[in-house]
Each structure stands twice: as structure tokens, then as C-alpha cells.
């Protein structure tokens, strides 16, 4: 977790390397933490800011569910120069300008490239940035996080969801959601389907939760018991370099995957897992509102807003022709992202189920809406203020829950 500002619910699927020995030599980089896995040793070499010695880092990784990415030294290189430097001077300011006078803004993925991201990818390479009249460059995530790096300036937009806002905000940021791609929960709860011990949430209890440690992933988990009739509390395991391979040990009973990425993989690659959907076990609300954040100091000045819209409208272009031609945008995230090592089938498969369960969408299957769903969204707020798991800078539960509405705006979504 990013300790700055606090735990995260996405901790699961964000911040963590696995190492996937059932697929092959397999590392998977979730956003946060760049690291090592020596295959013979196990040894981690985490990534400081950029401090780490990027020859150390050696990253293949793929998706965890298939075809976990493999992320070369040159896409560290990269991270450190661009997310460090390159963009570091843009802060508030007004983005600067290529030299065919277009603005450019920056823009900073919360993990390495995947199915979330395609839109933006579609966008670059059709065009639709450059018809929108923004230019556009994509940073991979740092260390430090999305959040944390379109606070202090390093990117203008950032892609973040809107309970990690609500964290962020809690202790002291000044962050705003923009755009919202997911319409519908994505988190899964899930055990091996080998397990038949496992058939509901009520026999999650006294279970061992694979986890990284998050206040919302054991509220979110202890609803489920709850809700499914079960009572008591359940243990945990810290996961390590691989969940799947934790799960087969028996080290541990269940662990979070998200159902567009984990769950596609192990559809085509194994293991066979079961999995629980926390809406449809008592958790209420949305909590996987994932798009688009800005700072409010730098979208408060006009130009600013003025190129945020011409970038929404032209991402959620890039999006619309997803869900039209889910193979076609899904070849071109994994030719945008070649050092990332991408397996085409998964990004396939991936789009062909955003497609078939309406993730992104809410009425019209070929047109995502974009926009916030503020009251789907203060009731998961709701719930984890409830719970206390919203706490300020000196780790005190607020005065009241964090505001959805105050948390994101729909009025640059056109």
C-alpha cells in the first residue's frame, strides 16, 4: 500500500509483483511497487522513487489471470525519466506545448498497461487526441502512485477510482474523479473452484484471506460472511510473489482478482476459480468506480479545463471504438505496449468480456456514459466510513463519511 495516503481497497489488484510458476516464468507488476523476483532466490529489490538502480530490475510480468506482463528494463528506464523528470515541472501550470502549438497533457496509468487503459491507447494511435487538438503522453504508473504523483504535479491526470480519492483526500490531498469508466463492480472474492469446502461467502469464515492488508478489503470480506449467513472472522496470509501459487499451497483459502483481467486468465490458463461478486453479498454501492483524476488547483484554471474536455471526449472516443471492435482495440493496446509484453489472447478475451457483461456501459451497449454515478457511489463511502476505514493524516476516523459528490464531477464529460 502506498502508506501516504492510506490503504486501499485496490491493494489487491495494484502495488504488488507476482511471480506465476503455474504459467511459466511468469512476474506480475501491479502499479505501486516495481521490484525484482530472482527465480532461484526469491530475493525483492523494491523501487524507491527514483532512487532504485534500475539494472537491478529485472521485470517480465503478466497479468496474474494468464498472461501476467512482462515489464523490461527499458520500461523502468522510462518510468524514472518521464515520471521523474520529464513531467515533474508541469505541477499546476498550464500543460505545455508541442510543436505543432498543441497542448500536452500527461497522463499517468495506476498499473501497467491493461484492458482499463485500451481506450487511451486506441486514442494515440487513431488520432483522436490529435483531432481533439491535445497531445497526450502516457507515463507509466511510479512508486509513489497515481494519486500521489498528480498531487505533487508529476501528471496532470492520473486513472484512479473513487474510494482511493476518498482516502487520498482524507489525509490531505485535493483530488478529483472526472471520469468514470466502470459502470459496475469488477472485484471478485474468489477460492479455487478445487475447493468445494468454499460454495458461498458463509464458509469464507475462519478461512485464510490472501491479502497485502487493507481496511476496505476486510470490511468489504466480513460483509459477505455476513450477509451470506455466516458469522466470526477470518485469518490472513500475506500474499507473496504469486496469489495463485498461495492459493494451491494451501497457505491460503481466497484472495481479490478483478473479473475482467484475473478471472479471463484463468478462464483460458487455469487454475478454475469460484468467485464472489461483494454487490451481490451486502456491500452496497459501486466500490470499483475506476477513470479519470485531476488536482483541483490545476483543472481550476481555464485552459486546463478547456484541454481536460478536449481529452475526455477524445479518450472516451477511444473507448466507444472498443466496445465496437473489441479485437481490433485490444490488438492495438498490445502493439502500443510492446515492452509490457501483453498476451494478445487475454487482451481479447478481456475485451470480449467487458463487451458481454456491460462493465463500461449503463443503457446503450456501444457507448460508455463516462459519468460518476455519485449515488451508487456514496453508498460504498457510506459503508466503509461505517466500518472506519477512512482515517486523516494523524490516522483518525473523519468526522463524516467522504462525500461522493465532492469527490467527482461529471461536467467534463460530454
Not at 507515463?139 to 474510494?163: D, M, R, Y
Not at 469464507?204 to 484471506?209: E, M, N, R, V
Request: proline share 3%; hydrophobic share 35%.
Amino acid at each position: 500500500m502506498v502508506g501516504n495516503i492510506g490503504e486501499r481497497l485496490s491493494g489487491f489488484v495494484r502495488g504488488r509483483i507476482y511471480k506465476n510458476d503455474m504459467h511459466g516464468t511468469r512476474l506480475r507488476i501491479r502499479g505501486r511497487h516495481i521490484a525484482q523476483d530472482f527465480a532461484s532466490d526469491n530475493q525483492h529489490t523494491q523501487m524507491a522513487s527514483g532512487k532504485s538502480d534500475t539494472t537491478k530490475l529485472f521485470q517480465r510480468a503478466k497479468h496474474h489471470d494468464g498472461t501476467r506482463r512482462k515489464v523490461a528494463g527499458t520500461f523502468v528506464a522510462l518510468a524514472l525519466g518521464l515520471t521523474m523528470g520529464g513531467c515533474g515541472a508541469t505541477g499546476d501550470t498550464t500543460a505545455s506545448n508541442e510543436a505543432n502549438g498543441d497542448p500536452t497533457l500527461t497522463f499517468m496509468l495506476d498499473w501497467t498497461p491493461n484492458t482499463n487503459h485500451v481506450g487511451l491507447y486506441v486514442a494515440q494511435k487513431l488520432g483522436y487526441f490529435k483531432d481533439a487538438g491535445v497531445n497526450v503522453k502516457i507515463l507509466p504508473t511510479a512508486q509513489a502512485g497515481a494519486e500521489t504523483s498528480v498531487e505533487n504535479g508529476v501528471a496532470n491526470i492520473g486513472f484512479s477510482k473513487l474510494t482511493d480519492l476518498a482516502n487520498a483526500d482524507a489525509r490531505g490531498a485535493h483530488l478529483k474523479l472526472v471520469f468514470d469508466l466502470t459502470q459496475k463492480p469488477i472485484a471478485r472474492w474468489c477460492a479455487l473452484k478445487s475447493r468445494t469446502d468454499i460454495q458461498t461467502p458463509k464458509d469464507l469464515a475462519g478461512k485464510t484471506f490472501v491479502t497485502f492488508g487493507s481496511a476496505e478489503q476486510s470490511a468489504s470480506v466480513r460483509q459477505m460472511i455476513r450477509d451470506a449467513g455466516g458469522s466470526g472472522g477470518f485469518k490472513t496470509a500475506t500474499a507473496g510473489t504469486n496469489t495463485f501459487r498461495t492459493l494451491t499451497s494451501g497457505k491460503g483459502d481466497f484472495a481479490g482478482f478483478y473479473a475482467n483481467w484475473e478471472e479471463v486468465e484463468s478462464q483460458l490458463n487455469g487454475p478454475a476459480l469460484n468467485c464472489f461478486a461483494a454487490d451481490q453479498w451486502g456491500v452496497p454501492g459501486n466500490p470499483d468506480q475506476l477513470g479519470f483524476a485531476v488536482k483541483d488547483s490545476w483543472v481550476a484554471k481555464p485552459q486546463n479545463a478547456a484541454n481536460l474536455k478536449k481529452f475526455i471526449k477524445a479518450a472516451k472516443r477511444g473507448y466507444d471504438y472498443a466496445l465496437t471492435n473489441p479485437d481490433k482495440a485490444a490488438d492495438i493496446l498490445v502493439d502500443q505496449t510492446k515492452s509490457s509484453h501483453l498476451d494478445p489472447k487475454l487482451a481479447r478475451a478481456s475485451m470480449e468480456k467487458i463487451v458481454k457483461e456491460n462493465y463500461w456501459t449503463d443503457g446503450d451497449p456501444k457507448s460508455l456514459p463516462g459519468t460518476v454515478n455519485v449515488a451508487e457511489g456514496q453508498k460504498y463511502l457510506d459503508f466503509q466510513y461505517d466500518a472506519g476505514t477512512y482515517k486523516d493524516s494523524h490516522n483518525k476516523k473523519l468526522a463524516k463519511a467522504p462525500q461522493a459528490s465532492e469527490l467527482s464531477t461529471n461536467k467534463y464529460v460530454e
